[in-house]
């Protein structure tokens, strides 16, 4: 099972931009799909984006254009650039398999404003 510590997040104002980062000590190399999922106040989780093993990713609608997942299997290592942010991107983003299987970590922070 995965076991992620993601980390990156943070405050920045309306357009800014950050990269989120996740770790594990295991391998992704077998794991078919890995994602970013966020969860807002008084909302429910939801998926942001996904990416496969040979790199073919998925987005949800709000941030197509804006953020890239993309992930470094010899560095087991997962990534969400994040730019043009918005403040309804505000959120615990997690790092997960998808579909979700594992032990979900502390997540990081994200807070939009200014």
């Known amino acids: 099972q995965l076991h992620p510590v993601e980390s990156g997040g943070g405050l920045v104002q309306p357009g800014g931009s950050l990269r989120l980062s996740c770790a594990a000590s295991g391998s992704f190399a077998n794991i078919r799909s890995l994602a970013w999922y966020r969860q807002a106040p008084g909302k429910q989780r939801e998926l942001v984006a996904s990416?496969?093993?040979?790199?073919?990713?998925d987005y949800t609608d709000s941030v197509k254009g804006r953020f890239t997942i993309s992930r470094d299997n010899a560095k087991n290592t997962l990534y969400l650039q994040m730019n043009s942010l918005k403040p309804e991107d505000t959120a615990v983003y997690y790092c997960m398999t998808r579909p979700p299987f594992g032990f979900w970590g502390q997540g990081t922070q994200v807070t939009v404003s200014s």
């Open positions: 990416i496969t093993a040979d790199g073919t990713t």
